[in-house]
């Protein structure tokens, strides 16, 4: 008997139905009147219909699930829910979960709150806050490849593509990614392949260090011993078959060690400039490690990488940096050089 | 002398004629008949569409235009398969035309919504990201391998059925399976979360696979 490969269809909610149905018949109608449709195609071949359609689906978000800065969060059951923020943030509380969705970020919170939760960070970058759960009903916060899995704890996820990094801030969670398996307790980060950490340890560790002995860090992460505590000897676990429930609740709610204090952006974007031209591999990771924040630094950052990538000859790379500037920071001091760059690198 | 027929119209076998009967209601223009096919049939078709394409995405863009050819083209329905296979086949012309116009949409990076069946979050995080690797992979195929894959390996249909919908023959289909599936393990051999994910589809490779000397 053949199995089918398992895709679960997530269902169309009703308020979908109803513009399709609507806009169906509302062409049937337009056909048999031979007239122009009254409604529009929710497909459109202009990129500003799509658009549209994009804005109003944030807005509906924003409206269902945003609150005011000075308001009281809103309380939200389990039910499949897709956030996405623009400039402001948002705050959810979830069933044992206080989550804070940072601007230009989008995520999908799902699962039942007494069994296990999933969170998908789509973008962006959230901030999680969990009561201590039991351990065989964990969080899950999925940003890409890499899987975080908590049972209480406060820590942040960042994705920007197919990057990750984790921060704790409080208690231990558990990160995996390519089959593997690592736990990061308090005051420690741990970055996947194209991020870096930005706390001090790194920035002084060698040039060109080695991918720690102890560290799950696929493809040449950079993060050092002392960052990034091994994980007790469970046992390497595959995502096919992912992390074996902890034998007890993994809650140390340990007081965080003094967290090494962490160089700035500037100071990070300054020695990215000065190893371009001797180690460009050094200054595109520092400078990646400073784009996925949103102050000037990131913009200069973003737009120095880009530029970089230009030089080296990587046209592609340089077009995704370069549209992604203009996409963050339509405003930004190096809008104008970042169209021209593009414009070289088409 | 050879024997004249009394009419050159070809014969139809009606296999369903209930299905006929209903479709002639909406052909005469019964909105209420054809309000009913839409939310009879909108549940399956949405799944079937959602697995060929892997996302809702364009989603009600692809049931507008499926329903809306249905709608236009009952008149053509002459009860020989079921109104559900009848649609079906509708759904997938919709479906071949949306990978030819994709090119030209905006391209958003693609979303697979989050599984919520099932006890445990890991099992539907790894899931969830092997289905995206996937249809990552599935976008990289020719569009007509791509359909005749997912309509076998993930939505079950027969081949023979999928040949039909697809109109093409039998060998034909079976080389489209065949040739996808060979293009997606060969790029997916070094991911091991989505070679786990595609032996899940072993189980009927036989068939496919025979085609490998066509």
Same mark, same amino acid.
């Given at each position: 008997?053949?199995?089918?490969?398992?895709?679960?269809?997530?269902?169309?909610?009703?308020?979908?139905?109803?513009?399709?149905?609507?806009?169906?018949?509302?062409?049937?109608?337009?056909?048999?009147?031979?007239?122009?449709?009254?409604?529009?195609?929710?497909?459109?071949?202009?990129?500003?219909?799509?658009?549209?359609?994009?804005?109003?689906?944030?807005? =509906?978000?924003?409206?269902?699930?945003?609150?005011?800065?000075?308001?009281?969060?809103?309380?939200?059951?389990?039910?499949?829910?897709?956030?996405?923020?623009?400039?402001?943030?948002?705050?959810?509380? =979830?069933?044992?979960?206080?989550?804070?969705?940072?601007?230009?970020?989008?995520?999908?919170?799902?699962?039942?709150?007494?069994?296990?939760?999933?969170?998908?960070?789509?973008?962006?970058?959230?901030?999680?806050?969990?009561?201590?759960?039991?351990?065989?009903?964990?969080?899950?916060?999925?940003?890409?490849?890499?899987?975080?899995?908590?049972?209480?704890?406060?820590?942040?996820?960042?994705?920007?593509?197919?990057?990750?990094?984790?921060?704790?801030?409080?208690?231990?969670?558990?990160?995996?990614?390519?089959?593997?398996?690592?736990?990061?307790?308090?005051?420690?980060?741990?970055?996947?392949?194209?991020?870096?950490?930005?706390?001090?340890?790194?920035?002084?560790?060698?040039?060109?260090?080695?991918?720690?002995?102890?560290?799950?860090?696929? &493809?040449?992460?950079?993060?050092?011993?002392?960052?990034?505590?091994?994980?007790?000897?469970?046992?390497?676990?595959?995502?096919?078959?992912?992390?074996?429930?902890?034998?007890?609740?993994?809650?140390?709610?340990?007081?965080?060690?003094?967290?090494?204090?962490?160089?700035?952006?500037?100071? =990070?974007?300054?020695?990215?400039?000065?190893?371009?031209?001797?180690?460009?591999?050094?200054?595109?990771?520092?400078?990646?490690?400073?784009?996925?924040?949103? &102050?000037?630094?990131?913009?200069?950052?973003?737009?120095?990488?880009?530029?970089?990538?230009?030089?080296?000859?990587?046209?592609?790379?340089?077009?995704?940096?370069?549209?992604?500037?203009?996409?963050?920071?339509?405003?930004?001091?190096?809008?104008?050089?970042?169209?021209?760059? =593009?414009?070289?690198?088409? | 002398?050879?024997?004249?027929?009394?009419?050159?119209?070809?014969?139809?076998?009606?296999?369903?004629?209930?299905?006929?009967?209903?479709?002639?209601?909406?052909?005469?223009?019964?909105?209420?008949?054809?309000?009913?096919?839409?939310?009879?049939?909108?549940?399956?078709?949405?799944?079937?569409?959602?697995?060929?394409?892997?996302?809702?995405?364009?989603?009600?863009?692809?049931?507008?235009?499926?329903?809306?050819?249905?709608?236009?083209?009952?008149?053509?329905?002459?009860?020989?398969?079921?109104?559900?296979? *009848?649609?079906?086949?509708?759904?997938?012309?919709?479906?071949?035309?949306?990978?030819?116009?994709?090119?030209?949409?905006?391209?958003?990076?693609?979303?697979?919504?989050?599984?919520?069946?099932?006890?445990?979050?890991?099992?539907?995080?790894?899931?969830?990201?092997?289905?995206?690797?996937?249809?990552? /992979?599935?976008?990289?195929?020719?569009?007509?391998?791509?359909?005749?894959?997912?309509?076998?390996?993930?939505?079950?249909?027969?081949?023979?059925?999928?040949?039909?919908?697809?109109?093409?023959?039998?060998?034909?289909?079976?080389?489209?399976? *065949?040739?996808?599936?060979?293009?997606?393990?060969?790029?997916?051999?070094?991911?091991?979360?989505?070679? /786990?994910?595609?032996?899940?589809?072993?189980?009927? /490779?036989?068939?496919?696979?025979?085609?490998?000397?066509?």
């Amino acid at each position: 008997m053949r199995r089918n490969l398992e895709v679960q269809v997530e269902p169309l909610t009703e308020q979908r139905w109803s513009r399709v149905e609507r806009a169906i018949f509302a062409r049937l109608d337009a056909e048999a009147s031979g007239r122009a449709p009254e409604t529009p195609r929710t497909r459109s071949h202009a990129p500003l219909a799509w658009m549209s359609a994009a804005a109003a689906f944030a807005a =509906l978000a924003l409206v269902i699930f945003w609150r005011a800065p000075t308001g009281a969060p809103r309380e939200l059951g389990v039910s499949p829910s897709r956030i996405s923020t623009g400039k402001n943030p948002s705050h959810l509380e =979830l069933p044992g979960v206080s989550l804070d969705v940072n601007p230009e970020s989008a995520v999908v919170v799902g699962g039942e709150a007494q069994r296990s939760m999933l969170i998908v960070v789509d973008r962006g970058e959230i901030a999680c806050d969990v009561a201590p759960r039991a351990a065989d009903a964990p969080l899950i916060v999925q940003a890409g490849e890499v899987r975080v899995r908590v049972v209480g704890t406060r820590f942040k996820v960042s994705r920007l593509g197919e990057s990750a990094r984790v921060e704790v801030q409080k208690g231990v969670v558990e990160v995996s990614v390519a089959g593997k398996t690592t736990t990061v307790g308090a005051g420690e980060s741990w970055a996947s392949a194209k991020e870096v950490v930005s706390s001090a340890p790194e920035v002084t560790a060698p040039r060109e260090p080695s991918v720690p002995s102890g560290a799950m860090l696929p &493809d040449g992460v950079v993060v050092p011993e002392a960052h990034v505590r091994r994980a007790p000897p469970r046992g390497a676990v595959t995502q096919a078959h992912p992390v074996t429930p902890a034998p007890a609740p993994v809650v140390e709610e340990r007081e965080a060690p003094a967290a090494p204090r962490a160089r700035s952006s500037q100071d =990070l974007f300054e020695s990215a400039a000065k190893v371009e031209v001797s180690d460009p591999g050094r200054a595109i990771t520092l400078y990646r490690s400073i784009e996925t924040g949103q &102050d000037s630094w990131a913009q200069n950052a973003l737009f120095a990488h880009a530029r970089l990538e230009a030089t080296r000859g990587n046209k592609g790379e340089a077009r995704r940096l370069l549209l992604q500037y203009l996409s963050r920071f339509p405003r930004g001091a190096n809008a104008d050089d970042a169209r021209a760059v =593009l414009e070289r690198v088409r | 002398m050879p024997r004249e027929h009394p009419t050159a119209t070809p014969l139809h076998v009606v296999r369903a004629p209930e299905d006929l009967l209903f479709a002639s209601k909406c052909v005469a223009g019964d909105r209420a008949a054809l309000r009913e096919l839409f939310q009879r049939e909108r549940q399956r078709v949405h799944a079937l569409l959602y697995r060929v394409v892997g996302s809702n995405a364009h989603i009600e863009d692809l049931l507008q235009d499926t329903f809306l050819e249905v709608f236009r083209s009952l008149s053509s329905y002459r009860g020989e398969a079921s109104l559900r296979t *009848w649609i079906d086949r509708c759904a997938i012309r919709a479906a071949y035309a949306y990978f030819g116009r994709k090119a030209r949409l905006p391209q958003l990076e693609p979303v697979l919504d989050p599984i919520f069946k099932g006890p445990n979050a890991e099992e539907r995080a790894s899931l969830r990201e092997a289905a995206r690797r996937l249809y990552a /992979e599935l976008d990289k195929l020719e569009t007509k391998q791509r359909l005749a894959f997912t309509l076998f390996a993930i939505e079950g249909l027969p081949l023979n059925e999928i040949a039909k919908m697809m109109e093409a023959s039998l060998m034909t289909t079976k080389t489209r399976v *065949w040739r996808a599936r060979r293009a997606i393990e060969k790029r997916a051999r070094k991911d091991a979360l989505l070679v /786990e994910f595609l032996a899940d589809d072993k189980g009927d /490779e036989k068939d496919a696979e025979s085609c490998e000397e066509t």
